[in-house]
């Protein structure tokens, strides 16, 4: 599971097209994709550089109208998804 804490980053060979108002995502290397809705995508954008999910979380909260725990909580799930198809990289630190 990741916390708060947890710093994470997108890979770097991952493919990305916009497609109406989502944006696709391809991993050539391991054929998985995933397809990101707008404030998916922003999260994606954010992953550009290492951050942690508390920094991603406290971002979407002041560009987006949602309380802070759901926030955490369907970060978190989009987050693992991205990990299970090997989109992100993750450094747990201390965790």
């Known amino acids: 599971m990741l916390t708060g804490s947890t710093t994470v980053q997108r890979v770097d060979h991952t493919i990305d097209a916009v497609f109406?108002?989502?944006?696709?995502l391809l991993d050539p290397v391991g054929g998985k994709y995933m397809e990101l809705n707008p404030v998916a995508r922003r999260i994606w954008?954010?992953?550009e550089t290492p951050t942690t999910v508390?920094?991603?979380c406290s971002t979407l909260t002041s560009e987006?109208?949602?309380p802070s725990s759901a926030c955490l909580e369907e970060t978190q799930q989009l987050l693992e998804k991205m990990q299970a198809l090997e989109l992100l990289k993750i450094d747990r630190g201390t965790d």
Do not use: E, P
């Open 54 to 56: 508390d920094h991603l």
């Open 45 to 47: 954008q954010l992953l």
């Open 64 to 66: 987006f109208n949602v």
């Open 20 to 24: 109406q108002d989502s944006l696709l």
